[in-house]
Each structure stands twice: as C-alpha cells, then as structure tokens.
C-alpha cells in the first residue's frame, strides 16, 4: 500500500477510534480523554503499518513488543488492537 493509501486509510479510522475511546471513558465512569486523542494518530500507525505482530497468535515470539508508558493513552491502545482482532 502507497503512503497515499496508508494516510487515506488511517483518515477513515481514527474518527471511529475517538468515537470509541470517548466511549470507553464514558462507560467507565473515568478517566482522561486528552491523552488518549492525542495519541491515537501514532498508536494506529504503528500497529497497522509499522510492528510485526499477529492478533491471532498474540505470543508469537517474533512479535515486536510495544510499550506504552502514558496510562492515560491506554484507551487508544484498546481501541486499535479490539479493531485489529485482539479482542472484542
């Protein structure tokens, strides 16, 4: 897929991925949305174009392995990986 492609791609989603961070907070009853729609440009790129990973083998041992130390941007990490097949 051309850049072109990825950015139009990621344009479609990442609305959908703010629907569904405000979503999870909403339902919590908690928590800080700015870390979160700040973050999810960057959190859909690299899981959807950059890391080796394999929803359907989680510990493939050849994965790469992210780590997010910002907590508050934790929904955005859910949001990506429930869309990719993590879970629901």
Not at 35 to 47: E, V
Request: glycine share 8%; aromatic share 10%; charged share 25%.
């Amino acid at each position: 897929m051309d850049k072109a492609a990825l950015a139009e791609e990621l344009s479609r989603k990442a609305p959908k991925y703010r629907v569904e961070i405000i979503e999870m907070l909403t339902e919590a009853g908690s928590g800080h949305p700015g870390g979160s729609l700040s973050a999810i440009d960057l959190i859909s790129t690299l899981y959807h174009y950059k890391l080796r990973h394999r929803p359907e083998e989680p510990t493939w041992p050849e994965r790469d392995r992210f780590v997010l130390s910002k907590g508050h941007g934790v929904p955005a990490q859910y949001a990506v990986m429930a869309d990719l097949g993590y879970f629901p």
